[in-house]
């Protein structure tokens, strides 16, 4: 079945290159590799274009903002299964892809999700800690439970049914989408124990207190925007619960 990744870019010559060649190098025969960007001026775009036709799609127009360029990317999707994957970040090893597939296909569901690890931005030996999802059980989300939105892969038919992300939003929109597909619509799901998805370490929504007070806020909303309660105290726990699964170890089987 053939995958569609999706990799947005802005202004980000300085990470994207390892973001790029870890998606090519993957084993994976069917790729079909898309970036978006949004009108760089610090030569993103001629990065890019260096990999000519190495890379499936590539569009280069101004948008309005992380999210907007994502649904972009899910428009020009032709593939069965959508991941994303950010220009500040990469795969794990070149078999991700494949091992992705195969739980879709061992299952049957609709979508997969796995681990992830952070590491420095600048040594990327240098890990800071893991994020480990563990398997889900439906109402995980009312205990602040979320899996990492670069681990999710969905198959395209998920978004042609329940929708793409919210623009209204900001650093909840993953949230919300996952909320939406996973808690509310209870799309079937499988866990990949393995960590896939290496990140540079940073985040908007927990860079301050302030920051994360506006993520709760949003997160509270995200749940208003679909018709749902959560418990009293299901929004502080979600910052908490984080904590949990970001831990400094690793826990996974062997490859």
Known sequence: MKVSIITVVYNGVETLRDCIESVLGQTYPDIEYIVVDGKSTDGTVELIQTYGDRISRFVSEPDQGLYDAMNKGIGLATGEIIGFLNA???????????????????????????????????????????????TYKHGDFLWGWMPGHLSFFARKRVYEQYGTFRLDLKSAADYELMLRFIHKNRISLAYLHETTIVMREGGVSNANLTNRVRANQEDRLAWELNGLKPYFFTLTLKPLRKIIQLIHREQQRPR
Do not use: P
């Open 88 to 134: 500040d970040d990469m795969y794990r090893h070149n078999d991700v892809v494949t091992h992705i597939v195969q739980r879709f296909a061992e299952t049957g569901v609709d979508g997969v999700y796995s681990d992830m690890m952070y590491v420095d931005r600048t040594d990327l030996n240098k890990i800071k800690r893991y994020w480990a999802s563990g």
